[in-house]
């Protein structure tokens, strides 16, 4: 059974950056898709960015230019490094897998398994 464990979150001020990585166990990384998920208190879970076994990838409209999703299959992992960080970033950041492709429905987390348990980013001054 796969298992993936989210990291490297934590307070910054608005501005700043973060980069968080995405380890994967159980399962060989570079054959999956792999997705972060973002949910705020009180929100529904929000597709942030998708980077599919080929490399092509996706990102929500909120995070295109800050965001840069990337994978190291060497190291079973995956990274999102987080640029110019807003207090609405704010949120448990998750990363689930799915087979190969990020597709048309990238953004529905039905879609994906593994979850990890999260790691918080606030950002706050």
């Known amino acids: 059974q796969g298992q993936l464990v989210e990291s490297g979150g934590g307070l910054v001020q608005p501005g700043g950056s973060l980069r968080l990585s995405c380890a994967a166990s159980g399962f060989t990384l570079g054959n999956y898709a792999i997705a972060w998920f973002r949910q705020a208190p009180g929100k529904e879970r929000e597709a942030v960015s998708c980077?599919?076994?080929?490399?092509?990838?996706y990102y929500a409209d909120s995070v295109s230019g800050r965001f840069t999703m990337s994978r190291d299959n060497a190291n079973n992992t995956a990274y999102l490094q987080m640029n110019s960080l807003k207090p609405e970033d704010t949120a448990a950041y998750y990363c689930?897998?799915?087979?190969?492709?990020?597709?048309?429905?990238?953004?529905?987390?039905?879609?994906?398994?593994?979850w990890g348990q999260g790691t918080q980013v606030t950002v706050s001054s």
């Open positions: 980077v599919s076994s080929s490399q092509i990838t």
């Open positions: 689930g897998s799915r087979w190969s492709r990020c597709g048309s429905n990238w953004r529905q987390s039905s879609r994906y398994a593994n």
